[in-house]
């Protein structure tokens, strides 16, 4: 029996047993029976109208004392967008990683890490987003310029350019992403001329340097950094949903096979597509990477691929790529922020055989990552042999069609889960601001855990905790 408690609005207060649920949407499976059963439960807000002593006594309250620091609460002013006016109280502090710089990079599927958020987690996840938001703020966004669609600042300063100095990283290439698209010629005629910008700056590759923060973070760290869709062309590759093989198959995989790994067309094509005078985006990230482990190959050495939305996707296919190319690769792993779905079932089991640790962050209230095409629920069993076993619940032959359609997905990875409606600070809730990356960020630096999603929700926990221990 598959069973599936998700949140409802409104809803009377729980039983202690409810209360004890995580409000997050949990799923659990029975071999007997693969019958759906969906019940609605009560979210942590409502919790707090009335707390329950019995359930709050059951928490790891060192824990949560661990995880909390002060926020600032005391600003009620909202810019535009929902946010702060004075922003909110980062948590990007130096943290020494030290040995165990593996735990943090996934090498254990950051099992006791996400719920509760671990601090030291938290920081990186920060750490590697902040490097994304200087990939955006690098972008030339405005169409009027000369330099539009290219990077506005020289690649040994951009990240100081960008807000981002001190991090230790020096920058070793700028990346560009081809559309495999092209606009008919009468078009092009007609349009202007931004519209049909083929090649754009996507992205860069950075080194960790400075031996401090090499020492801080337990080995040499490589970190490549997309921004997400800009340009006309990404737009329109974003629309090509469908499924598609990937190119470099697996010897013993058959191409024509509906089982072998496939992605979406649009992101494939973004990573692969050259012309003339622009190489892919595989072409540069290969060339690169094959630089960098020559030279720094025999130390202790991680590659980490972060990217927002398109960015995200593009991550993704950037850390198979590299595992599928270098036979002698690092630990490859991926912080992905509002994340699209990027491939079949199959893709994902590839990059769990490969050992590519990927996490997701995921606003729920965000359209995008519930996109492209459909996901099957699925179990799946890894066998002492290394095969991957998935059953669905459905028929064969049904599945066999669904499949045959090129729009079944399925979520790759870990996924630490965060809401928008969690945060007291967001006001707006349409599709762009769920979508934002400083909205994620935001969301990111006041996570506690699954039973209580937000800081201040927690400090009120906590509060009400010690007063009833007092008048006990």
């Known amino acids: 029996m598959r069973l599936s408690i998700k949140p409802v609005r409104p809803c009377p207060l ?8 995580p409000r997050s949407s949990v799923t659990t ?123 506005r600042f020289p690649q040994n300063t951009m990240l100081q350019c960008s807000g981002l100095s001190g991090t230790g990283y020096s920058l070793t290439k700028y990346l560009h992403a081809t559309a495999g698209i092209q606009l008919p010629a009468s078009w092009i005629e007609k349009a202007p001329s931004w519209m049909a910008t083929r090649s754009s700056w996507i992205g860069y590759v950075a080194v960790c340097q400075d031996e401090k923060e090499i020492s801080r973070l337990g080995r040499r ?51 692969t597509s050259r012309t003339a005078t622009s190489p892919s985006l595989q072409d540069m990230v290969r060339e690169e990477i094959s630089r960098l482990l020559q030279i720094y190959g025999d130390e202790p050495l991680s590659i980490t691929i972060t990217g927002h939305s398109l ?9 198979y790529d590299i595992k599928t190319t270098f036979n002698r690769a690092p630990m490859v792993t ?32 965000d359209l995008i990552t519930k996109v492209p095409g459909f996901v099957i629920e699925e179990d799946a069993d890894v066998e002492s042999n290394g095969n991957v076993q998935v ?34 600070y967001l006001n707006s809730m349409n599709v762009a601001t769920c979508h934002d990356l400083k909205t994620y960020l935001h969301l990111v630096n006041g996570y506690v855990s699954s039973t209580c999603p937000y800081r201040p929700t927690a400090t009120t926990v906590l509060n009400n905790h010690y007063r009833e221990e007092v008048m006990v």
């Open 29 to 151: 499976s029975a071999a007997t029976s693969t019958d759906h059963h969906v019940i609605r439960g009560c979210t942590i807000a409502q919790l707090l109208t009335q707390p329950n002593k019995k359930s709050i006594q059951k928490q790891r309250v060192w824990e949560w004392e661990r995880l909390l620091e002060p926020v600032d609460t005391n600003s009620t002013s909202t810019s535009g967008r929902g946010f702060p006016s004075n922003g909110f109280t980062s948590y990007n502090k130096p943290v020494r990683i030290g040995k165990k710089w593996m735990e943090y990079q996934g090498i254990q599927n950051w099992e006791g890490l996400l719920d509760p958020l671990d601090n030291n987690l938290r920081s990186e996840i920060l750490r590697y987003g902040h490097f994304v938001e200087a990939a955006y703020k690098s972008f030339d966004f405005d169409t009027s310029s000369p330099t539009h669609a290219k990077c």
């Open 334 to 365: 991926v912080i992905s922020f509002g994340c699209p779905r990027v491939g079949n079932r199959n893709f994902g089991c590839e990059l769990e055989k490969q050992g590519t640790k990927v996490l997701r962050i995921v606003n729920t209230d």
């Open 391 to 424: 059953s669905s619940g459905l028929p064969s032959w049904i599945q066999k069609r669904m499949e045959e359609t090129q729009w079944v997905y399925a979520d790759v990875g870990r996924e630490l889960k965060l809401c928008s409606r969690d945060s007291p």
């Open 14 to 21: 729980p039983t202690p047993a409810a209360a004890a649920t």
């Open 221 to 271: 760290d490589v970190l490549i950094a997309y921004r997400g869709t800009a340009t006309c062309l990404e737009w329109l590759e974003n629309f090509r949903a469908t499924l598609t093989h990937l190119p470099d198959a697996q010897p013993d995989q058959n191409p024509a096979d509906s089982s072998a790994p496939m992605v979406e067309s649009g992101f494939l094509s973004l990573y």
């Open 311 to 319: 960015g995200a996707a593009l991550a993704t296919l950037t850390a």
